[in-house]
């Protein structure tokens, strides 16, 4: 598929785009220093308000050269990502595809978006072989791209926001990378899984929950469905404890945290107790929920029930982070 980076005699383009460039790997660096402050969807939402807002002018004008657009990527990976915890295309992703809340813009589709927006209606685009720098030509090539991704020609005289949408809901890559996301985890999950039905399980489960899932819900989410909780046995490699910050039981991995931690026992304890009976009832089924429930991989889950799970799971992650923070990593006596 086209995807409306122009490859060939790009000189020119990529002078243009030069100095906002420059201005983003600048602004970059100065970020740096407070990478670890922020968590993944924090680093994302900065992003995209402080990086790619750059390009916001030049993007109406001129598609970005591939090369332009390999640097851009390079420096941004380097502000948003942290070792091999993830990779660009999931972030990328939309929200409806187990994205996170807020995703992070992909570059062709705002760049494309852009240059369409509030554009006369384009008969028929040809791709012309020449490329120059006329604005009008790079708006064809931009249409052709519309065309190709969403199969329909672009609603002249749009709004950015609607052709950003039209282009994320039809654009099947975002699935396919869905799918080798899941595939890789299962190749990591071992020999005696049966890859297939339990592939199908975790994107079925998770997509059932609605794209408008509570912000920070839907990052948990994410952060779950794509093995990106950080739990100490998770970060054994980075040289900090192994032990839980709750309790200090020798191995925090999510099986402990979630299910067999005390904290977690009397947590769910408590919501027996608790007079909503909303309360009541989630208790009565986290008491007895297994982690590949917390994973989504069972089938068959209900609704009600994996928000049971996500919601609970994400309040002892942050109670966790909280009581690692202010009242330091020494576990209880
Ligand atoms: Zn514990």
Not at 54 to 59: D, E, Q
Not at 186 to 193: P, W
Not at 228 to 251: I, K, S
Request: with cysteine; charged share 20%; net charge positive.
């Amino acid at each position: 598929m086209y995807l409306g980076v122009l490859i060939g005699r790009s000189v020119d383009v990529t002078m243009v785009y030069e100095a906002a460039v420059e201005k983003m790997e600048r602004r970059v660096s100065t970020f740096m220093p407070m990478q670890s402050r922020h968590d993944m969807a924090g680093r994302v939402r900065l992003a995209n308000v402080y990086l790619l807002t750059i390009f916001s002018y030049l993007f109406r004008f001129f598609l970005m050269s591939e090369a332009t657009s390999r640097r851009v990527l390079k420096s941004l990976k380097r502000w948003l990502i942290r070792g091999t915890v993830t990779n660009m295309a999931r972030l990328t992703a939309p929200t409806h595809l187990l994205g996170l809340a807020t995703p992070l813009k992909d570059l062709a589709t705002l760049n494309m978006a852009a240059l369409l927006r509030y554009r006369e209606a384009i008969p028929n685009p040809v791709m012309s072989g020449d490329y120059s720098m006329l604005v009008e030509d790079h708006v064809e090539h931009a249409a052709i791209s519309y065309v190709s991704i969403t199969g329909s020609a672009f609603p002249p005289l749009s709004a950015q926001a609607l052709l950003m949408e039209n282009l994320l809901h039809s654009d099947g890559t975002a699935m396919g990378r869905l799918a080798r996301t899941f595939s890789a985890r299962m190749k990591r999950h071992g020999r005696d899984v049966q890859v297939k039905p339990l592939l199908s399980n975790i994107a079925s489960n998770a997509l059932r929950l609605p794209a408008k899932l509570k912000p920070e819900l839907r990052n948990h989410l994410f952060n779950i469905v794509h093995q990106c909780v950080f739990t100490n046995h998770r970060a054994r490699n980075y040289g900090t404890t192994l032990a839980c910050e709750f309790c200090g039981h020798h191995q925090e991995d999510l099986q402990h945290l979630f299910i067999d931690c005390v904290v977690a026992r009397e947590a769910i304890d408590a919501m027996r107790c608790h007079r909503g009976p909303l309360f009541r009832e989630a208790a009565k089924f986290l008491a007895s929920a297994k982690l590949g429930d917390y994973l989504f991989e069972t089938r068959g889950l209900k609704v009600m029930h994996m928000r049971f799970l996500l919601s609970f799971s994400l309040a002892i992650w942050k109670t966790r982070r909280f009581y690692r923070v202010a009242l330091g990593a020494t576990p209880p006596p």
